[in-house]
């Protein structure tokens, strides 16, 4: 493992990697420890501003370029987004069912299952993690 790919990568690939790598181990002390409460709370809110990073980030990394400067990942970007509005709005709504799953959905889609994708071969966090 080493650092120096993502050392020599742009800023907004280092933050955008930072941001995600911290939203996953957040999300994963989130769904780890109680739910409800204050804690919770501030966490939660804290891991919707990792994701808008990440999100917002993600539209200033074009190395898969398929239509213009975006790709499907871009795509993916635009749904994270709608999907963090609406589980942020069913918690506010107290509809907690929605919240759960939407959050839950988020970090397995935008975060792991998306995450593993950063691991494919000629990829910065392949380099980074297999060296």
Do not use: D, K
């Not at 002390?29 to 990440?54: D, I, K, S, T, Y």
């Amino acid at each position: 493992m080493t650092l120096q790919p993502l050392i020599a990568a742009s800023p907004v690939i280092q933050v955008h990697a930072a941001a995600a790598v911290a939203a996953l181990g957040l999300g994963a002390l989130q769904f780890a420890l109680p739910r409800g409460g204050g804690r919770h709370r501030v966490m939660g809110r804290l891991w919707v501003g990792l994701m808008v990073v990440v999100t917002l980030s993600s539209f200033f990394i074009s190395g898969l370029r398929q239509v213009g400067p975006f790709s499907w990942i871009h795509l993916l970007s635009v749904v994270t987004l709608v999907a963090l509005v609406r589980a942020v709005i069913a918690a506010r709504r107290g509809t907690i069912a929605t919240h759960r799953w939407s959050m839950i959905g988020l970090y397995l889609g935008a975060l792991v299952i998306t995450g593993l994708f950063t691991l494919m071969p000629g990829r910065i966090m392949a380099q980074v993690v297999f060296g």
